[in-house]
């Protein structure tokens, strides 16, 4: 079996996560799998996928997946993994450890979106949406999951959209599994609530050690937690931002909170705008009514020869005074 | 209309050092930037042997430029603007290069890029018009 992991750190405490965060480029992607308990390559498993921080403007997504056996469910509920919802980020790193302390029946992985990948993908010339972007990476997870060699009965997923058409999906790649696409899963079912703990916690921790390739000396409670309402991120948008480069690369400029900013304070910057290259109709074009009506045959004889567009292409004109 | 390059005078340093970022954009401004933390940081070298980074965001594609030997690339400074289309324009060279970088939005640079292309081809074209001929 490949190590598909980004570096060989094996993440069993908070600590070592903050490791296996800081060897990673902050710019890029990063991905990490535990090793896969023997049970769970034996025994049928449930696997729970959910994601962590879609809505801020600043910092990675992060969607994680955690998997056990279904004779061993039950752990989940003794690892306080019920519901995720409302708990406090010291409360999430409670129960995080508690299942790096249950590796012997639980496993998981995550994989961390940059701010930088997720601009990218959606400022592209064709959009790469961030709910695209969000199928892949849990598509991402359960192949990953697969291929460490998991035994999947069953799939839970929190949805990204509407749930019918995401659960469809989902099954048209994967038909050999029983997959379940739900709405507020992670309260729902204890194997996505894990997912989520795995997910929200590697986000926390990724933006407590946030180092800026920027130079700049700040920590995340300079930043704030990224949600456009709040005032730290207000303040940190609105401070930090370079009239020529924007922000830093922690920020997701594709976020309307972060071009506001722009477009009042930065430099303004002109792109090349790739819908015009092509929807513009050829000037020598002649509408159909034209044939019907009655031109001056001069008109026809004026007409400006065009040049070769060898000439027009690497724009090259006539320059007769030097 | 005349215009005039004037490269003796100003002290035109020689700089090999000296990195060119040809940009796909316009920016509304003439100054100073902080290449070095926002942007060289970023530039990563792909398997293709072209480059990635990004600007605002947006997703950059770049080529390494190399000026064909017997050339050389000039910066050129403009002190006063024409008024008028028939005035005289001065320029001075303030830096020169040999390589520069060449950025696309999104896109890989290949010829079908203009300024690709006047370098292949331009210069074939200068050559066989400003040569002097040989007669055999």
């Not at chain 1, 800026?212 to 949600?227: A, I, P, R, V």
């Not at chain 1, 303040?235 to 924007?246: P, Q, S």
């Not at chain 2, 390059?5 to 509304?28: D, E, R, V, W």
């Amino acid at each position: 079996m490949a190590n598909i992991n980004s570096n060989d750190i094996e993440i069993n405490s908070l600590e070592m996560l903050n490791e296996f965060l800081s060897a990673t480029d902050n710019s890029e992607n990063a991905f990490y799998i535990s090793s896969v308990p023997e049970i769970c390559k034996t025994s049928p498993c449930v696997l729970g996928i959910d994601e962590a921080g879609r809505g801020p403007v600043l910092g990675p997504m992060v969607y994680g997946t955690s998997f056990c056996p279904v004779e061993k469910s039950e752990i989940l509920k003794k690892l306080e993994c019920a519901d995720s919802k409302d708990l406090t980020e010291e409360k999430r790193d409670v129960i995080f450890s508690n299942i790096l302390n249950s590796l012997d029946t639980v496993g998981w992985a995550v994989e961390v979106i940059s701010p930088n990948t997720i601009c990218n993908n959606m400022l592209k010339r064709a959009k790469y949406s961030l709910n695209a972007v969000s199928m892949d990476s849990a598509i991402g997870l359960i192949r990953a999951a697969e291929a460490a060699g998991v035994n999947i009965e069953h799939i839970y997923v929190d949805t990204v959209g509407k749930p019918e058409k995401y659960q469809a999906y989902l099954l048209s790649i994967f038909p050999q599994y029983k997959i379940t696409v739900a709405k507020k899963a992670d309260s729902t079912y204890p194997i996505v609530s894990a997912a989520s703990i795995c997910a929200k916690v590697t986000r926390d921790h990724a933006l407590q050690i946030w180092k800026f390739q920027e130079g700049l000396d700040l920590t995340h409670k300079d930043f704030g937690s990224g949600y456009p309402g709040d005032p730290v991120t207000k303040k940190f948008l609105a401070e930090y931002c370079d009239l020529v480069f924007g922000f830093p690369q922690l920020v997701r400029f594709s976020w309307s909170t972060a071009s506001n900013v722009l477009d009042k304070a930065a430099y303004h910057v002109e792109w090349e705008d790739p819908e015009e290259e092509k929807s513009e109709i050829p000037a020598d074009t002649t509408s159909i009514t034209s044939f019907f009506k009655v031109v001056p045959p001069k008109s026809l004889h004026t007409k400006k020869r065009k040049r070769h567009e060898y000439f027009t292409q690497r724009c090259l004109s006539n320059q007769v005074e030097f | 209309m005349a215009i005039h390059i004037q490269s003796g005078k100003t002290k035109a340093c020689h700089n090999t050092q000296l990195k060119i970022q040809y940009m796909p954009f316009k920016i509304a401004a003439d100054s100073e930037a902080n290449v070095s933390s926002y942007f060289d940081k970023y530039v990563k070298l792909k398997e293709d042997s072209n480059y990635n980074a990004s600007f605002r965001g947006y997703p950059l594609t770049g080529k390494k430029i190399d000026i064909p030997d017997g050339y050389k690339g000039v910066i050129l400074h403009e002190r006063i603007k024409p008024v008028t289309d028939k005035d005289d324009r001065n320029f001075y060279v303030i830096n020169e290069f040999n390589s520069f970088m060449y950025w696309n939005w999104d896109k890989v640079p290949s010829k079908n890029d203009p300024i690709l292309q006047t370098i292949d081809d331009w210069f074939d074209i200068a050559e066989a018009l400003h040569s002097p001929i040989i007669e055999q």
